[in-house]
């Protein structure tokens, strides 16, 4: 039988083995594209065996899923810390966008995957999708429950609605990624800079502090 130690030792070293053939399919994908991203090809970045990523995948489906829940669950860790830190409804809209951009510039090679996976790649050979375009709604669905609670509470205007500004500040935040990809010199710190004013000046009425 095997002892808890070795079990807990066991999945431990499975884990960190599937997190490197998603990094790996991830940055195969920004690099050569994901038609191109085979896994004999993500498989020889790493150095293993194609038939390494057979154990831990089911399929290239099956992988491609996980890279897309990797990143999706990266930004929200990298994001909502940062948000929940402000004490008040400006700065915590204003983290909201500047996180959002921030980890799209840390993490460039995510966002030319996803984009990728997105043009060529959303639907698994049985007709499934990878990547649900509901997952925007919700991001949008979520922005404005937040605009909304805080007007409620007087930190921003009552006069603007909450569910159009949602999907706007969405809209500025989700086409960078495209932008990245057409674009690899884009400035999305100037850009940042420039939005951040914009929603700032729209939904509190004044200038930046």
């Given at each position: ?47 293993i065996s194609k038939g ?68 060529n790649g959303a639907f ?11 997952d925007v709604d919700v ?71």
């Amino acid at each position: 039988m095997v002892s808890e130690p070795e079990r807990e030792q066991r999945t431990f070293i499975e884990t960190a083995r599937r997190k490197q053939i998603v990094g790996a399919a991830i940055d195969t994908i920004a690099e050569v594209g994901y038609g191109q991203a085979s896994l004999a090809r993500i498989a020889a970045r790493i150095g293993i065996s194609k038939g390494v990523i057979s154990y831990h995948f089911a399929s290239k489906d099956d992988l491609i899923k996980q890279v897309v829940i990797d990143v999706v669950e990266a930004g929200r860790a990298y994001i909502l810390p940062r948000v929940f830190a402000e004490p008040t409804g400006p700065a915590m809209l204003r983290a909201y966008i500047e996180s959002n951009l921030a980890f799209m510039r840390e993490h460039r090679n995510y966002m030319v995957a996803v984009v990728e996976i997105l043009r060529n790649g959303a639907f698994t050979t049985d007709g499934g999708r990878r990547v649900d375009g509901r997952d925007v709604d919700v991001a949008a669905h979520l922005l404005q429950e937040q605009l909304a609670r805080l007007q409620a509470g007087g930190e921003l205007r009552s006069d603007f609605d909450p569910g159009l500004m949602a999907v706007v500040i969405r809209a500025a935040i989700d086409v960078v990624p495209h932008r990245l990809v057409l674009d690899p010199d884009f400035d999305i710190d100037k850009y940042a800079k420039e939005i951040v004013n914009v929603f700032d000046r729209a939904t509190r009425g004044g200038g930046t502090q």
